[in-house]
C-alpha cells in the first residue's frame, strides 16, 4: 500500500485541461469522466484510493513509457543452447529484452500487481490497466493480466495448500502466470486438447505429457519461477485443471527441482512483442511433469471460463487502449502538422482543420471511448455479479462483445490514426505502426471473432442476459427522452430504433435457430456480433451524453460538449448502419452456406 | 525477345484444374478469364506474345518467390561510413538485402523490364505484373514500376538527347529510375516543395540545391545508376521537371563523376521493405546537384502527372494482389485444417466448411477480384484512350477510385486472411502477416484516401467522365436483363438502383458545391469515395457474372459458377451498403465541420 501511494505526486487535471497537457499514453479526463459521472452505467469508486491509484499509474506511465518502442523492436529470441539448461531458476532459452524485466519490477514493486488485494472495485483497476496499458500493451499488460487471473483462479478453485503456497508470490510480483490451453491440433477447440495427466500416489499430484502452443509467457528469464494453469485430460478422458510450476516449490516455499517440461522455439509475432509466445512439451524426459490438481477431476474447462471471462475483459481493454492511444498520437500530429491550402481561404492549414481528418479523428474518438465505457461497464457488471444475479447475466451476454467489439472497431480506428500521419504513420518514427501490429493479434486472442459470434448468437441470446439488457437499453432511452434537452431527445430516438431493431432480428434468428435450420441461423453471425455491438455502443454513447450535459454547467465547456458531439457523429455515422445490418440479417440470406467450397 | 519466350516452358492451366494446382501466389485462372473473356470492359489481347509472357511470369514467380521474406525480414540499412563513398558507382549507404539484386535482375534477364518497348497490350502488361509482383510486392513490382514510369516520362517529355542517353537503361534494367516530389514540409502538396534550380550556362542544365523526403528506390548499392524524376522549382517559382542522375553520364554513355546529392537516412517502414525509402538533399556540396529540364520550365506538375495517373494504376494493383494472395493462402490453409466440429454433424471438421471461415473467403474473393478487375479496366482504357477521347474521360473519373478502393478493400480482405489462420496469421510462419503490412502503405502511397476524395468529389465529378461512366454502367444493366437469365436477371437490377443512386447523390452533393458551401460538400468525401467504388465494383462483378455464363457450357463448373456466386454474394452484402451511404451523404450531415477542434 505505502509503496503504491508514495508514487502519488501527480495532482489531478481539470478536465478544461485536457488531454493536450496530457501525455499522450491515455485521456485521464476520459477516465475520469467515464469512472465518476456515468453513474447508470458504471458504479462510481468511492473508496479513498482510487484517485491516488490512478495517480500512480500515470506517475509509471510518465517514467517508463519510452521502453515499450524497444519491447516491439527487440522481440523474444528463442536461444536453443539453454533448452536443456537447469543451473538455475531463471535459466531460460527465451530470452527477453532486458528492459522488460526492469519495467515489470517498477510494476510490482509500485504495488500494482498486489491490487487484486486491495479490495478496490473492478472499474478502478481496469482504469489504473487503461493507463498502464496504454504504454505496455503486452511488456505489462499483457504479463500482469495473466499472472492475476491465474492467482485469481488458483484463489477460487485450488486447495489451501496450493493457495499457501502459490498464491502471494504471483500478486507480490515474484513470479508470473500463464493459460496453457492451446495444442497445435486444437485452438478453438478446447475438447480435442491430448494432453494427458495420469494421478500419483499423492492425492492431488499427477505426471503430465503433451504439447502445449500459443502460451504467452509461456517461458522468459526474468522471474524465478513461472506457474501455468494448464488443461490436459485425466484418465476418463476428461478436461481438467493442473497449476503446472517450471520449478518445484518445497513446503518452506524454497524452489527445488525443475519440473520436466521443455521449451521447444517462441512463435514470432507481428505485435505485442513484450511477452513471449512458446510452444513446448511436457514429461519428454520422464512419467511426466509433476502437474497439481485444481478444484475436481473433469472440471477444468468450467474452472477455465471463470479466466477466460475475465482474459476476454482484458483483450477488449486491450484493443480499446489501442485505440485512443492512436487517437491522442494522431490528433497530436494532426494538431501541429501543417500542409496544404484551406479549401476555403487557400491560406497554408494545420490539417486538423480539414473535414476529412476530423472525420477520422472522429472515427477513432468514437471507437474507442464507446470500447473503453464498454469495458469499464463489464468491469463494474462484473464487480455486481457477485451479489446480483441479474448483472451476472447481463455480463454473460456482453462478454463476447466485450472481447470482439472494440478488437475489431479500435483496430479500423488504428486505421485512421495511420491515415492522419500519412508516411509518418508507417515508419518506426512514429509509434503508430507498432500500436496497430500489436492491435491486430486483439481480434484473435481468447478467441476469435467466429468463436465469439457462435456464442452470442448460438447460447447467449437464448439465455436471461439479452432480455435484461434490452430493458436497460430502453430505460436509458426513456431518461433521454425525459431530458428535454434538444440534443439528447433527437438521439434517444435513434437508439430506441436502433434497440427495437436488435430485438427483431435476435427474434427472427433465434426462431430460425430453433426451427433446426443451426447453419442458416449461423451464417450471419458475424454481422449479427456487429449489430449487436454496435447497438449497445450507441447506448453508451448515449449514456455518456445524458452524464456530459448532467454535469456542464457551462454548455461552452468543450471536453463534455465534446462527449454530446462524439455521440451524435456515432448515431448518425455508425449506429445507422444497423439499419442495413438488420435488412441483411433479416433476409436470411443464404449465399454463403450455399457456396461450394470449390467456388471459394 | 529471345529471353523472354526462353522461359515460357510451363503450359496453360486449364480453368478446372484452378487454383489448387497453381502457384499460392496468383489465382492464373482468373487472371486469364478478366484478360480474354470480359470484352465489355477489358479488350481482350490479340497478340501471340501475352500468353507467352504470362507463362514467363509464372515460371519467375515459381523460381525465386521464396526470396520475398527475406526481403521483409532483413530491410534496407542505413551505413552512414558510405554516405560521402564515391569510389564506385554502386557504393551507396543504403545496403539491401543481397538478394534483392539477384531477383531484379533475373526480372531483367527474363526480359520483363522491357516489355513496355514490345507493344504489348496495357492490360497484359498489367496481368505480367499482377504475376510478378503477388510474389514481390515491393523488391520487384516497386523497383519495376517506378523505373519504367521513369522511362515513359523521360520518352514522353524529354528531349531526344535525354532520350537517348538514359532510355535504354532504365528499360533494360541496368539502371533504376525514382519518382522524387514530396519533401518534409510538402507530401500531399506539392505546390509547397522549396527545392530550388538555377538555370546555368548550358541550355537544359540547372543546378539544384533543396531536399527530398519518401523517395522510393532514392538509393541502393545494385545499379550503377539511379536516374531521378525530380520536381524542384525554376527563379520564377514555378515547379519543373528535371532529370537527376545518381552518376554524371557521358556523351559516350560511360558514368562520369557523381552528382552532388547526400542520402542522409532511410525511412523504416512497416511494409514493403524490399525497396529503400530516403530522406536525402542536394547540393550540399557545391552551388548544386546536376539536373536536366524535362519538357519546359513551370510545366513540371503536369508532366508529373502522366506519371502518378500510371504510378495510381500500380498502387491499385498492388493492394489488389495483396488482397488476392490473402485470399489463396488462407483458401490453402482453410482446405487443410481441421478444427473443431460441424455445428450439424458433431464429426471433426475442416474449417472451409464452416459458415464463417466461408464468409471470410468470399469477402476476400470479392474485394480481390473485383479491384484486380478495375485495375485491368483502368490498363485497358489507359490504352483506348489513346484514340478515344471518351475513354480518356472514364478512365479520368476512375483514377481516384483505381487508386482507393483495393487498398482500402483489399486490406479488409487481408485482415480476414489473417484472420482464416487464427494465431498462424499473425506470425512470420506464415505470409499473411507480412501482406497485410505490405499492403498498409496502399492507402497512403501516391495520394492519400483524402486526397483522392478530394480529386475526385471536388474536380472529377464536374468533368465528362462521371456522365460516360454512367452510361456504360447502365449499357451492362440493359445487356444483364436482356440475358433473361433467372441469376443474372436480379443481380442486374441491384447494379440499376446502386447507379441510379449513385447519379442522385452525385447531382445532390455536385449541387452544394456549386452553390458555395465546399466544406459541406467535401465533409462526406470518403463516404462518397467509397460509394462509388462500391458501385463500380458492382458494375464489374455483373459483367464478371455475365461472361461467366456466356462461356460456361455446363452449368456445374464450377471456376464459372464461383464468379456468378461472388457476383451475387457483393451485390447481397456489399453493394447493399451503398443504400445506407446514398442515405447519409444525402442527408448533407455537417457533424464533422461544426465540430470544433477542441471537441476532438
Not at 497537457?21 to 467515464?34: A, V
Not at 479549401?343 to 482543420?353: F, M, R
Not at 431518461?479 to 433527437?490: L, Q, S, Y
Request: proline share 4%.
Amino acid at each position: 500500500m505505502l509503496r503504491l501511494l508514495h508514487n502519488a505526486s501527480q495532482p489531478a487535471l481539470k478536465s478544461t485541461q485536457r488531454r493536450f497537457l496530457t501525455s499522450r499514453f491515455y485521456d485521464r479526463p476520459t477516465l475520469d469522466f467515464l469512472l465518476f459521472d456515468n453513474p447508470a452505467i458504471i458504479t462510481p469508486p468511492t473508496d479513498a484510493t482510487t484517485q491516488q491509484v490512478l495517480d500512480s499509474a500515470s506517475s509509471f506511465v510518465d517514467r517508463y513509457h519510452h521502453l515499450d518502442p524497444l519491447f516491439d523492436k527487440f522481440e523474444p529470441q528463442f536461444d536453443p543452447a539453454f533448452m536443456n539448461d537447469r543451473s538455475s531458476p531463471t535459466v531460460s532459452p527465451v530470452k527477453m529484452h532486458e528492459q522488460v524485466k526492469e519495467v515489470l519490477d517498477a510494476y510490482s514493486e509500485g504495488g500494482f500487481t498486489a491490487m487484486h488485494e486491495m479490495d478496490l472495485p473492478f472499474p478502478s483497476l481496469t482504469a489504473v490497466s487503461a493507463i498502464t496499458g496504454s504504454a505496455f500493451t503486452s511488456g505489462v499488460l499483457g504479463h500482469w493480466v495473466l499472472t492475476q487471473c491465474a492467482a485469481n483462479l488458483l484463489k477460487a478453485f485450488g486447495s489451501p495448500d496450493l493457495v499457501a503456497k502459490y498464491h502471494e508470490p504471483l500478486t507480490d510480483g515474484r513470479w508470473t502466470g500463464t493459460m496453457a490451453l492451446s495444442e497445435t491440433q486444437a485452438g478453438s477447440s478446447l475438447v480435442d486438447i491430448s494432453t494427458k495427466a495420469t494421478p500419483t500416489d499423492t492425492p492431488g499430484t499427477y505426471r503430465i505429457k503433451g504439447n502445449k502452443m500459443w502460451t504467452s509467457g509461456a517461458d522468459h528469464d526474468m522471474t524465478e519461477n513461472i506457474i501455468h494453469m494448464l488443461l490436459a485430460k485425466t484418465p476418463d478422458n476428461k478436461i481438467s485443471l493442473f497449476l503446472v510450476p517450471k520449478s518445484i516449490v518445497n513446503d518452506d516455499g524454497s524452489l527445488g527441482e525443475r519440473n520436466d517440461y521443455t521449451i521447444n522455439g517462441v512463435n514470432h509475432k507481428m505485435g505485442c512483442r513484450g511477452i513471449s509466445n512458446c510452444y513446448w512439451s511436457l514429461g519428454d524426459n520422464s512419467d511426466g511433469a509433476t502437474g497439481y490438481l485444481i478444484g475436481e477431476e473433469g472440471k477444468g474447462l468450467q474452472a477455465m471460463f471463470l479466466m477466460m471471462n475475465e482474459m476476454r475483459i482484458h483483450v477488449g481493454l486491450s484493443a480499446a487502449l489501442c485505440g485512443k492511444r492512436g487517437h491522442l498520437e494522431s490528433l497530436n500530429y494532426a494538431l501541429e502538422r501543417k500542409q496544404g491550402r484551406s479549401p476555403t481561404t487557400k491560406e497554408k492549414e494545420t490539417i486538423v482543420n480539414y473535414a476529412d481528418v476530423k472525420r477520422m479523428l472522429l472515427t477513432q474518438k468514437v471507437h474507442s471511448e464507446g470500447a473503453l465505457a464498454l469495458c469499464l461497464l463489464a468491469s463494474s457488471l462484473a464487480d455486481s455479479s457477485k451479489t446480483s444475479e441479474e448483472d451476472k447475466h447481463v455480463l454473460d451476454f456482453l462478454i463476447p462483445i466485450v472481447k470482439s467489439w472494440p478488437s475489431e472497431f479500435c483496430l479500423e480506428a488504428n486505421k485512421w490514426a495511420i491515415q492522419v500521419l500519412g508516411g509518418y504513420g508507417y515508419t518506426s518514427d512514429f509509434p503508430l505502426s507498432q500500436i496497430y501490429r500489436d492491435n491486430r493479434l486483439n481480434m484473435i486472442h481468447e478467441g476469435t471473432h467466429g468463436i465469439q459470434s457462435l456464442d452470442l448468437l448460438g447460447r447467449k441470446i437464448a439465455g436471461p442476459g439479452f432480455p435484461l439488457l434490452i430493458e436497460r437499453m430502453a430505460g436509458c432511452v426513456e431518461r433521454a427522452a425525459k431530458t428535454g434537452d434538444d440534443e439528447i431527445v433527437p438521439m434517444a430516438s435513434h437508439v430506441k430504433s436502433a434497440v427495437e431493431r436488435l430485438v427483431e432480428v435476435t427474434k427472427k434468428l433465434g426462431g430460425v435457430g430453433k426451427s433446426g435450420d443451426v447453419q442458416l441461423m449461423l451464417a450471419n453471425s458475424h454481422d449479427y456480433l456487429n449489430m449487436a455491438g454496435t447497438t449497445v455502443i450507441g447506448w453508451l454513447w448515449l449514456e455518456m451524453a445524458i452524464a456530459a450535459k448532467a454535469k456542464s454547467s457551462d454548455p461552452s465547456e468543450s471536453f463534455l460538449h465534446g462527449k454530446v458531439n462524439a455521440c451524435q457523429y456515432f448515431m448518425i455515422h455508425e449506429l445507422s448502419k444497423t439499419k442495413h445490418q438488420a435488412r441483411l440479417l433479416e433476409s436470411l440470406d443464404d449465399t454463403v452456406i450455399k457456396t461450394k467450397v470449390e467456388e471459394l
